[in-house]
């Protein structure tokens, strides 16, 4: 049984990878806005979940360390947490921009590193980070959404060189569209549009994410690597 941190496990590709990965492991989910999604997790014998802003360096510093020693070790850390939002360029304001930038990037940046020290200590564990197509590709009216994912692509790869000798794996997964609450401003015709320039022609669901999570947790020699996970919607 692995000890799992998965952020943003309240909602979304993050409460499914919660409900798929506690069949047979612990895990410490955090959450901040989703108060009820959250306790119907908590009745789960092998999900822990703990309120967290991820964007205070303090609370995350605190949080990593009260489940390492709770738990004695952390075997795989899940960066999932994250909101998006659609706008011109031109008008995202300076409080958007830190807003995006807090929860997105500085986040994963601060959990990881708070929770690599602990595996280091232990010469063993994973990170999985969830980034996005549009940090590949970029994406119109979510130029601020497509820096953040780019930024942590670039974490990934860097920080796979640097943890390998420490026998710690470091990959990301980014998905294309996903049917989650993220993508519900999206009208049906929209959702339509897109399915017609995938591949495979359809949108993807949080367990084509879960599949590919369950993978990286096991294979021992994959790492620094972008894993897209859309459909055929960029190759």
Known sequence: ??????????????????????????????YFHSEQEAKELQKIETIEMRKVDLRNSEEIETFVKQVAEEYQKIDVLINNAGISQIKLFTEITNEDWQEMLATNLSSVFYLTRDVAKWMVAEKNGCIINLSSIWGQTGGSCEVHYSIVKAGIDGLTKAL?????????RVNSIAPGIIETRMNQNLSEQEKEEIRMEIPLERIG???????CVKWLMEDQYTTGQIIGINGGWYI
Do not use: C, F, H, W
Not at 12 to 24: D, F
Not at 160 to 165: H, V, Y
């Open 205 to 211: 669901y949080p367990q084509d994410i879960t599949k």
């Open 160 to 168: 796979a060189k640097e943890l390998g000798p420490s026998n710690i």
């Open 1 to 30: 049984m692995k000890n799992i941190i998965i952020t943003g496990a309240s909602s979304g590709i993050g409460r499914e990878l919660a409900l798929e990965l506690a069949k047979e492991n612990q895990v410490i989910g955090s």
